[in-house]
């Protein structure tokens, strides 16, 4: 049962599904990168969600537009550091594909979101 608008957005589930699945993946890097690159990682894929979210409770559409921008720019954000992640070799290319995928889905669904508040 949903109490809040959001929680009925695939888009926001998604993106819940995209946060698990990147933590699990950070446990096993190494432990230098917990304060470093794990820490920004978690940073930015925490903030897509929560960007659905705040913006979902906003009144206007043109709030609205601006965080689903904001989960936009996470999103890419998160795509970006676990290239480099993959670059490291702290992830497989595998999980990577697996990421991107994931990522590729979340950000057509954010798009139809934002075009759906023009």
């Known amino acids: 049962?949903?109490?809040?608008s959001f929680e009925n957005l695939d888009?926001?589930?998604?993106?819940?599904?995209?946060?698990?699945?990147t933590y699990l993946l950070m446990r096993v890097f190494p432990f230098e990168e917990r304060y470093a690159l794990c820490n920004q990682i978690r940073r930015a894929v925490v903030s897509v969600p929560s960007n659905i979210?705040?913006?979902?409770?906003?009144?206007?559409?043109?709030?609205?537009s601006h965080y689903i921008e904001i989960a936009y720019g996470s999103l890419m954000?998160?795509?970006?550091?676990?290239?480099?992640?993959?670059?490291?070799?702290?992830?497989?290319?595998?999980q990577l594909t697996s990421?991107?995928?994931?990522?590729?889905?979340?950000?057509k669904m954010l798009s139809a979101l934002h075009k759906s508040f023009q």
């Open 11 to 21: 888009v926001w589930q998604e993106s819940r599904n995209l946060v698990k699945e």
């Open 53 to 64: 979210a705040e913006g979902a409770g906003r009144m206007s559409n043109k709030e609205k």
């Open 77 to 94: 954000e998160v795509y970006c550091q676990m290239q480099i992640a993959r670059d490291l070799e702290y992830i497989s290319e595998e």
């Open 99 to 107: 990421i991107r995928n994931r990522v590729f889905r979340i950000s």
């Open 1 to 4: 049962m949903s109490v809040f």
